[in-house]
């Protein structure tokens, strides 16, 4: 596992999109799975801001780590409308190259095994970009959530449904249920970036890096993993230092 832990949060965009481009620059047709949350924003804004200044990311294909169910199509808290927001309307990627679950599907198990089948079609994901819950969650794999999973529809537990009432008017708006990549999808990748900021992420980076290997906190199976790039800021690394 390799550790970064920033001075400032320019140097930590900027560790974190180095990591990607290694993989952008790398492989002819690169796959990425993406997550959303205020952890990545940054990092996007890098991306952008790196697209401007002449990189393309037209041979790249993402798959989005998941979606809420049913909420109404074009809210601006789907997270189809967070990606257009803040990655995708601002660099090159073809439309037909990125991918976001269906949270809008009549049958959600259909569209998690469709979403399997497609990142399997893409040959599996070169490079895993993650940000890392409270509880430990990855994806919305929540605690307890079996080590080789695959896509399915996920019961956010109230821990999550809380922390995520601030995008929200207030907590019966969050949506109960999400589909997600499971744990084997993330596993699987070839590489995988963590990435984590901020004072209230310090108990849970501890507990992710320094605890045991255990479901209960779905962040810990990644030191399974042989390719693992955390990037941290001093406010996230507290508790490891
Ligand atoms: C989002 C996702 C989640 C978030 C996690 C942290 O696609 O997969 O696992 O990474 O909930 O969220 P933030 O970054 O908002 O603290």
Do not use: C
């Not at 809008?104 to 599996?124: F, I």
């Not at 929540?142 to 999973?149: D, L, M, W």
């Amino acid at each position: 596992m390799k550790l970064h832990i920033a001075r400032d949060i320019a140097e930590w965009a900027r560790i974190a999109a180095d990591t990607v481009m290694e993989t952008v620059a790398g492989k002819p047709r690169p796959v990425f799975i993406l997550p959303t949350g205020s952890t990545p924003l940054p990092l996007y804004a890098e991306l952008v801001r790196r697209h401007a200044a002449g990189v393309s990311f037209a041979h790249v294909t993402t798959f989005n780590l998941d979606e809420y169910i049913g909420l109404p199509a074009g809210h601006p808290e789907g997270y189809r409308a967070f990606m257009k927001k803040n990655l995708f309307d601002h660099i090159d990627i073809p439309e037909g190259q990125w991918h976001i679950p269906d949270g809008l599907a009549a049958d959600p198990d259909g569209a998690a095994a469709r979403y399997d089948a497609a990142l399997e079609a893409a040959g599996g994901a070169d490079l895993a970009v993650l940000g890392v819950g409270h509880n430990g969650h990855i994806g919305f794999n929540e605690p307890g959530t079996p080590a080789n999973s695959r896509t399915h529809v996920a019961e956010l537990s109230e821990k999550t449904r809380r922390a995520n009432a601030r995008f929200f008017s207030s907590i019966d708006e969050v949506p109960s249920r999400a589909l997600t990549l499971g744990l084997g999808n993330i596993l699987s990748a070839r590489r995988i970036l963590l990435m984590a900021r901020g004072a209230d992420k310090a108990d849970i980076i501890r507990e992710v890096l320094r605890g045991p290997v255990t479901t209960l906190v779905p962040g810990s199976l990644l030191k399974q993993h042989a390719d693992v790039t955390v990037v941290l800021d001093e406010a996230a690394a507290a508790g490891i230092q």
